[in-house]
């Protein structure tokens, strides 16, 4: 399967500068496959079948692979503040390219796609979603939330409300790429903020990628400090 990844083109602009309305829903929803450029899109069946998925055992807290669909070791020995874990892939090609060009080559039209995915797999519905927060330094220099766009698709197809600013991330923490998982949690310590009174609901936590799932810890903590009942990730990749 040869990845193409083409960088959508630039909005053009009409006489009276204003964006042109065919441009724009052909990059969030091309006419083409997104991997292989050759097909209908924006996912042809053929790379949607040579994709990565998760199996269906794994463990109903953090997603990770296990026999029958038993909770993990870790979990037993830890549990983590968030209640479950629903992951689609695991990390790996043609996935990893994916999130890799939506994060760092500011590939928006790949949001819809990713979105759209979590809503057709859907296991768990919250009262609300929440995007994984950025710092403002984060965001700042990178310009967008990848979070944020793949929860606006997901909340758009599940008619269930985004609350992108229920939560903050207070302290602009290092890369957690690199490092164990001791130090991943030590490194998330208090760095998020929950703004609302979240008594009582349901909080869905949508990021792209969940490693040791500290980060995820961290922010379900943090909700549950607020009230949160329960708390449920939703990945669009388990490294």
Same mark, same amino acid.
């Given at each position: 399967?040869?990845?193409?990844?083409?960088? &959508?083109?630039?909005?053009?602009?009409?006489?009276?500068?204003?964006?042109?309305?065919?441009?724009?829903?052909?990059?969030?929803? &091309?006419?083409?496959?997104?991997?292989?450029? $050759?097909?209908?899109? &924006? #996912?042809?069946?053929?790379?949607?079948?040579?994709?990565?998925?998760?199996?269906? +055992?794994?463990?109903?807290?953090?997603?990770?692979? $296990?026999?029958?669909?038993? $909770?993990?070791?870790?979990?037993?020995?830890?549990?983590? !503040?968030?209640?479950?874990?629903?992951?689609?892939? =695991?990390?790996?090609?043609?996935?990893?390219?994916?999130?890799?060009?939506?994060?760092?080559?500011?590939?928006? !039209?790949?949001?819809?796609?990713?979105? =759209?995915?979590?809503?057709? +797999?859907?296991?768990?519905?919250?009262?609300?979603?929440?995007?994984?927060?950025?710092?403002?330094?984060?965001?700042?220099?990178?310009?967008?939330?990848?979070?944020?766009?793949?929860?606006?698709?997901?909340?758009?197809?599940?008619?269930?409300?985004?609350?992108?600013?229920?939560?903050?991330?207070?302290?602009? $923490?290092? &890369?957690?790429?690199?490092?164990?998982?001791?130090?991943?949690?030590?490194?998330?310590?208090?760095?998020?903020?929950?703004?609302?009174?979240?008594?009582? #609901?349901?909080?869905?936590?949508?990021?792209?990628?969940?490693?040791?799932?500290?980060?995820?810890?961290?922010? =379900?903590?943090?909700?549950?400090? =607020?009230?949160?009942?329960?708390?449920?990730?939703?990945?669009? !990749?388990?490294?």
């Amino acid at each position: 399967m040869q990845i193409i990844l083409a960088r &959508p083109s630039c909005c053009q602009k009409t006489s009276k500068q204003q964006l042109n309305i065919s441009t724009i829903i052909d990059q969030l929803f &091309p006419r083409t496959c997104l991997l292989c450029q $050759t097909a209908e899109g &924006p #996912l042809c069946d053929a790379c949607r079948a040579d994709l990565p998925w998760l199996p269906d +055992h794994a463990c109903p807290v953090c997603a990770q692979p $296990t026999s029958g669909g038993n $909770t993990c070791g870790h979990c037993l020995k830890e549990t983590p !503040a968030f209640d479950r874990t629903h992951a689609l892939f =695991a990390y790996g090609f043609p996935v990893d390219k994916l999130i890799q060009r939506l994060k760092y080559a500011e590939n928006l !039209a790949l949001a819809p796609l990713l979105g =759209a995915l979590l809503a057709e +797999h859907l296991v768990n519905k919250p009262d609300v979603w929440l995007p994984m927060p950025l710092h403002a330094n984060r965001l700042k220099e990178r310009g967008f939330n990848q979070a944020v766009e793949i929860t606006r698709e997901l909340s758009q197809q599940t008619g269930i409300a985004m609350q992108a600013t229920w939560a903050l991330r207070e302290r602009d $923490t290092p &890369p957690q790429a690199g490092l164990k998982r001791d130090a991943r949690r030590k490194n998330m310590r208090g760095a998020f903020k929950c703004k609302p009174n979240v008594s009582g #609901l349901h909080i869905g936590i949508v990021d792209d990628v969940m490693t040791t799932g500290s980060t995820l810890d961290a922010l =379900a903590e943090t909700l549950k400090q =607020a009230g949160a009942k329960e708390v449920s990730c939703l990945v669009v !990749a388990r490294a």
